[in-house]
């Protein structure tokens, strides 16, 4: 028997397939029928679902690598997106039906294109970490060097730490900040003079100052090396412009969308002026990485993730982003301050951006018990380590502050410096039992989750209210 096919529509074949008279669905009506289906079908996890989405509500979110996404963010993962399999990239892919989809990813490509003025975006890295793997398979063989921060310095785990495939597969050779936790640029072109890594990667998960790509691509340049820059943590304030960009300066900018672009979980890889220049095999840099995303290292894309970046990177270019990465820096110079008045000693002494290192060293605390006893009051941070740490990394001898949250919230300077007031209170307050555990002064836990409860009511996550 065979089959007739009518003659192409204008649209073409593939719209036909969706334009079937019937009525657009309400996604909006299907959210809230989706959410009560959970709530009858499955109590026990709507339960769980609602007390994280209250902790959220009630709690002063200070963990530098979070950050809260707009519920419309949220809302597209709750879409029929989600159903679909688009191995492949738009206009490319290994399965029919994906010509929506195939929009949905070239909108936040170019919202991400334009967010950074990047010449090339791959948006389908589902994490930050996938993200920087992809780049390095695409860019080293095994055993290749690789240079990157030292963990403890504050790089990050796929900078080439032994405890990522990044420091297994490759000969990982770490750099190390200065003792006053700055960055030592003339460490980095000695150890790439001596080690001639194929990649150098820059940027961090704990270094509260500005990173100077240009010196970075200077040395890089010097030995011949591809230059990383994973900007995971500041990359809401290099889109704003407060923070210099790497576009131009890296051969490959990566980073998670769920932190400063207060996106979905997920991850970009972006490309400036190298672009369309030669890969290392095959094809420009571009398709070379994109590539390394899909097939080497993913499978199919979360498309539901890649429509909430483009939701996200809207946010981005929109009229009051400016503003947020202004306050968000303006709150952690606040926290900085007002910490150092209460006689607490700051890696690096201050901060450039969202994120405050407090050093515990020579105090009565370690990391892991300060954070304890400020989760029992709702303030949520993290034990980090500090240059030259020598504790465990559960145990460490830092705490590591953000304010993304905070200014999310619409707090400015004052309300940053008041949670810092609170942040004092609590450490002084507390003791460490022989055990190791925090014991925190009763009335203080009391009078601090008070005051707590309510800059979180007078600040309510923006658009969680309805
Ligand atoms: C600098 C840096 N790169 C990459 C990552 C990993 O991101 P993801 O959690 O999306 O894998 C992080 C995580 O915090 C980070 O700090």
Known sequence: ????????????????????????????????????????????????????????????????????ADPSVLACGGTALGNLTAEGFPGARYHAGCDIADDIERLAIERAKSAFGAQAAIVQPHSGSSANLSVLTALMEPGDTLLGLDLDCGGHLTHG??????????????????????????????????????????????????????????????VGAYLLADISHIAGLVAAGLHPSPIDH???????TYKQLYGPRGGLILLGREANAPGPHRGTLAATLRRSV????????????????????????????????QRLADDARAIAERLQQHGMRLVTG?????????????????????????????????RNRVPGDTTPVRVTSGLRIGT????????????????????????????????GAAVLDPTVRTAVRAEVAELCARYPLPGYRY
């Not at 994120?355 to 006893?373: F, I, P, Q, S």
């Not at 619409?410 to 022989?434: E, F, I, K, N």
């Open 294 to 325: 899909f097939p080497a290292t993913q499978g199919t894309p979360d498309l539901t993730s890649v429509a909430a970046k483009a939701r996200a990177l809207g946010f981005v270019a929109g009229p009051s982003f400016a503003a947020l990465a």
């Open 161 to 222: 730490s032994p405890a990522s495939l990044t420091g297994r597969y490759f000969n990982a050779v770490g750099y190390r900040v200065t003792d006053d936790g700055l960055l030592d640029y003339e460490q980095v072109r000695e150890l790439a003079r001596a080690h001639r890594p194929k990649v150098i990667v820059c940027g961090a998960s704990a270094y509260p100052r500005t990173i100077d790509f240009s010196r970075f691509r200077e040395i890089a340049d010097e």
């Open 404 to 435: 993304n949250s905070l200014a999310a919230r619409g707090m400015g300077p004052d309300q940053a410096a008041a949670c810092a007031d609170l942040l004092a209170r609590v450490m002084a307050a507390t003791s460490v039992a022989p055990d």
């Open 1 to 68: 028997m065979s089959l007739t096919l009518p003659a192409p529509t204008p649209g073409g074949l593939a719209a036909d397939t969706t334009d079937t008279g019937a009525a657009a669905m309400d996604l909006a009506a299907f959210a809230g029928h989706a959410a009560r289906r959970l709530r009858t079908d499955d109590t026990e996890l709507y339960d769980l679902l609602t007390r994280e989405a209250d902790r959220q509500r009630d709690t002063l979110m200070m963990v530098a690598a979070s950050s809260v």
């Open 250 to 256: 890296a051969h490959a900018v990566t980073t998670s």
């Open 350 to 382: 201050g901060t450039d951006t969202h994120m405050v290192l407090v050093d515990l060293r020579g105090t009565h605390l370690t990391g892991d018990v300060a954070e304890a006893a400020l989760e029992s009051c709702g303030i949520v941070v993290n």
